[in-house]
């Protein structure tokens, strides 16, 4: 069993809709929840980051955690068909840097216009 | 100007040869490090180097050798290719300690024929 799990989509939602991207995991000492948009041919880019359990509200993208489910979940409102992109998430026990990030296998969206 | 920036960005060879993908980054991270992402976008780290030290090595064939002239590069040796080597190579950097962004490079598409 990997230690993180995301359905790899693909998802397609028309603009404006309301997205919901989720990851579930195994590793208890995961302190760190973090997505990663990915545009094609590119590299991830951090999109926002979670420490432990809450969430976190960044313009139309809010984050998840419930770490007594270990599940987190990447919220997209208004959707542009600018966030059509491969969304990963990624964890770690020490913090946010790439040392031995733990990473989904990436859901696949695309906004229609 | 490019954060972490890798070259080639496409790289076709026959088994059995020996290739080098480079890597740098201008942000003044103390780490540096190479993932692979497979054809199913599972990305996963392969090696880390902090002030020329290799700190992780996880379980990547000793074919793979990565090296570091100065902080600000971290290239990657691959010997004998094989098909299975075949996959999307990304190069990231960020500062070890802490909660601090991660920066991927675009990445190289190596392709073993």
């Known amino acids: 069993q990997k230690e993180v799990e995301q359905d790899p989509g693909p998802l397609s939602v028309p603009e404006g809709a309301i997205v919901s991207l989720n990851c579930t995991y195994s590793n208890s000492a995961f302190q760190y929840f973090m997505w990663y948009r990915q545009y094609s041919r590119k590299g991830p880019e951090l999109l926002m980051y979670?420490?432990s359990s809450g969430n976190k509200e960044d313009g139309r993208f809010t984050a998840q955690v419930d770490k007594s489910s270990k599940y987190i979940s990447l919220f997209i409102r208004d959707s542009q068909p600018s966030d059509s992109a491969t969304y990963l998430c990624a964890m770690s026990r020490w913090g946010t840097g790439a040392n031995n990030l733990f990473f989904g296998t990436g859901t696949r969206l695309t906004v229609i216009p | 100007d490019t954060a972490v920036s890798q070259t080639p960005k496409y790289l076709v060879t026959q088994m059995g040869n020996d290739k080098s993908i480079k890597c740098e980054q201008n942000?003044?991270?103390?780490?540096m490090y190479w993932y692979k992402q497979d054809s199913k976008k599972f990305l996963k780290i392969m090696f880390s180097?902090?002030?020329?030290?290799?700190?992780i090595n996880e379980t990547v064939p000793n074919r793979f050798s990565p090296k570091s002239p100065d902080k600000a590069h971290l290239n990657l040796h691959i010997n004998s290719l094989e098909l299975g080597d075949s996959a999307v190579y990304f190069c990231?950097?960020?500062?070890?300690?802490?909660?601090?962004?991660?920066?991927f490079g675009q990445g190289t598409r190596l392709t073993v024929v």
């Open positions: 180097y902090n002030n020329k030290e290799l700190i």
């Open positions: 990231a950097s960020s500062n070890l300690a802490g909660v601090t962004e991660a920066f």
């Open positions: 979670t420490y």
């Open positions: 942000l003044g991270h103390d780490t």
